[in-house]
């Protein structure tokens, strides 16, 4: 069982950055390729950001593309998300999310473990 608990969240202004991190319980996070998922209000959940379990693949939703970048410390059992030139339309609820293989799923199905999300509104 792997729990995940992510941090990080806030309010900001438009074109503010904000780094959320996500920490892994037990000994299997380097087995573990790791996801970012947002729900925004009135939207369904959506792929965001995901990246390989030794770290050297990254994949991007477009929507987020050369602003967001995920990245994890295997050593911490923790994976990151800077999010930078945020905007309103990236409010939403963040969730962290692990699925048990190396390349990282875009579909939400896939991931076998949560984390309850932490909240991030841009707003002026």
């Known amino acids: 069982q792997v729990q995940l608990v992510e941090s990080g969240g806030g309010s900001v202004e438009p074109g503010g950055s904000l780094r959320l991190s996500c920490a892994a319980s037990?000994?299997?996070?380097?087995?573990?390729?790791m996801g970012w998922f947002r729900q925004g209000p009135g939207k369904e959940r959506e792929f965001v950001v995901a990246?390989?379990?030794?770290?050297?693949?990254?994949y991007s939703a477009d929507s987020v593309k050369d602003r967001f970048t995920i990245s994890r410390d295997n050593a911490k059992n923790t994976v990151y998300l800077q999010m930078n030139f945020l905007k309103p339309e990236d409010t939403a609820v963040y969730y962290c999310?692990?699925?048990?293989?190396?390349?990282?799923?875009?579909?939400?199905?896939?991931?076998?473990?949560w984390g309850q999300g932490t909240q991030v509104t841009v707003s002026s």
């Open positions: 990246i390989s379990r030794s770290g050297g693949r990254t």
């Open positions: 037990g000994p299997t996070f380097r087995r573990l390729a």
């Open positions: 999310a692990a699925a048990g293989q190396d390349r990282p799923p875009t579909r939400s199905y896939l991931y076998d473990y």
